[in-house]
């Protein structure tokens, strides 16, 4: 389960990481629609790295400064060896989260983490209902999912639950808070689909209305009224819809750090569309040199590498200019300003995927479900229509 | 909720302290989030521990820093702020 930078309260004075995910494997038994895993992560699946290798990756960012540890995926259980990293993380000080589909998790292995010190576990829903869990994750994992709920509450966890947000469930958000309140849920994060990966090239698919949008906010906001202090409920907004972009990432290469399966070094989840970066990667100079000294993590820290209309823009310490990995999707200039922005000479585009979201001929075509063979299509440029927007693969 | 001076609190189930070396600072870690806290919110809360009461953690406060003007009262609001945040909880 791959996840959406969330409502995290940081304040920082000098760079350095706060957070280190680490995608451990980009295998996955489900084939979620809006999965912002990379569309190519086919090409990455045969060289991942080892225990070892994550060992010394925990250490050096550590050392760097981390504290919080995501271990994702694909899906992370998919590998054995959690048990082993999550012992390491709470030597080392982490607080560390597992981010998982449930596919995987056993009465066994749930004991095993908890012994070993995992703080918490991060469990994605869909919905309330088995046919749109099954339908947008192409699986059958609905009573599954309720299972796992069960087990974690059991063992004494903090209840995390995701749910991403789309066309097919916003208008069930209501019974969605009831459920996770049923399964006494603690946090729940209702985040909206933010595009990238499968999650671009199904963006006519998933994207709901404004008007959409807006109810199920203020839904979310009676429920938070109601439930007080029992369940905080966090709803990322979507960017779409909002005439200033989000402060990707909480900046380049500012807090963040992701270590990919295969053993890059990314300052955000789809930082590999950018062209002309060379990403670093564990295995050559290490961790330390990657988020102090490459190239890449310093290529957009700050602000110096902006264009107009954000260089001389008042409001351009809050928001930093937006995504560099959107404006290039869409614009095909990563330096320039998001095109989510009003300002932004590429707003129209943000405009039209809004429109053709709304048309029923785009909506109507196939979603294109995350796994191995529509990867390898993707990579081999069988499915070009569908990236054809786009100003290189998602 | 009111704080009483036999009040005892300590850090709120899946919370977690601790001193951090790389900044220089306590912080608390909980599940999608962390805060970085200020010297004397650091000083307080490591006293927050579930044995000792409000009153002794004044107390020990008011000896480590001589007496400072009005620390009674900041002590209080800090500890009422984390209760407030939910990163503390009764423990007596
Ligand atoms: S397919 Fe679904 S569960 Fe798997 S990584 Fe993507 S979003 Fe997560
Ligand atoms: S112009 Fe650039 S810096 Fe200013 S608000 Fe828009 S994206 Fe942000």
Known sequence: ?394 | MTIEQKDIFKIAAHHRFQWEEAQQSHVILFPEGMVKLNGSAGEVLSLVDGKNSVDQIIASLKIKFKDVEGIEKDILSMIQFALDKAWIEKAN
């Not at chain 1, 409920?233 to 402060?247: G, I, L, M, T």
């Not at chain 1, 700050?302 to 937006?322: A, N, R, V, Y």
Request: overall charge negative.
């Open chain 1, 1 to 394: 389960m791959a996840t959406q930078n969330n409502g995290v309260a940081v304040s920082v004075t000098h760079t350095q990481p706060l957070w280190l995910l680490a995608e451990i494997t980009y295998r996955c038994p489900l084939h979620c629609a809006f999965c912002y895993n990379p569309t190519d992560y086919d090409k990455h699946t045969q060289n991942e790295l080892s225990t070892e290798q994550w060992i010394n990756v925990l250490r050096d960012a550590r050392k760097l400064g981390a504290l919080q540890l995501g271990i994702s995926g694909g899906e992370p259980l998919l590998r054995n060896d959690i048990e082993e990293i999550v012992v390491e993380a709470k030597k080392l000080g982490y607080y560390s989260n597992l981010i998982t589909s449930g596919v995987g998790l056993t009465e066994k292995r749930i004991q095993v983490f908890k012994e070993g010190g995992l703080d918490h576990i991060q469990l994605s829903m869909h919905d309330i209902t088995e046919e749109i869990n099954n339908f947008i994750t192409n699986t059958k994992t609905f009573e599954l999912k309720k299972k796992v709920a069960a087990m974690i509450k059991s063992h004494g966890y903090p209840m995390v639950l995701n749910v991403v947000i789309h066309r097919y469930n916003i208008g069930h958000i209501k019974e969605i808070l009831d459920m996770a309140e049923a399964l006494g849920a603690d946090y729940v994060e209702l985040a909206n689909t933010q595009y990238y990966g499968w999650s671009l090239i199904n963006r006519n698919q998933l994207m709901p209305t404004k008007e959409q949008i807006d109810y199920a906010e203020k839904v979310t906001n009676e429920f938070r009224e109601k439930i007080g202090n029992k369940m905080k409920v966090f709803f990322v907004v979507p960017d779409y819809f909002s005439d200033r972009p989000k402060k990707c990432m909480n900046g380049w290469g500012e807090v963040f750090m992701i270590v990919t399966a295969n053993g890059d070094v990314l300052p955000c989840h789809s930082a590999r569309v950018l062209p002309n970066i060379e990403f670093p990667n564990v295995r050559d100079k290490g961790l330390m040199w990657a988020w102090q000294d490459s190239p890449a993590f310093n290529r957009y820290r700050g602000d110096s590498w902006m264009k107009e209309p954000c260089k001389t823009c008042p409001e351009k310490e809050k928001d930093l200019g937006g995504c560099r990995c959107q404006a290039f999707l869409l614009s095909g200039d990563a330096e320039s300003a998001d095109p989510v922005c009003s300002m932004s000479p590429h707003h129209h585009l943000i405009e039209k995927a809004i429109e053709d979201a709304q048309n029923p001929v785009l909506q109507a075509q196939p979603i294109l479900f995350r796994n191995d063979k529509n990867s390898k299509k993707i990579i081999s440029g069988e499915a070009k229509e569908l990236v054809k927007d786009f100003h290189t693969t998602p």
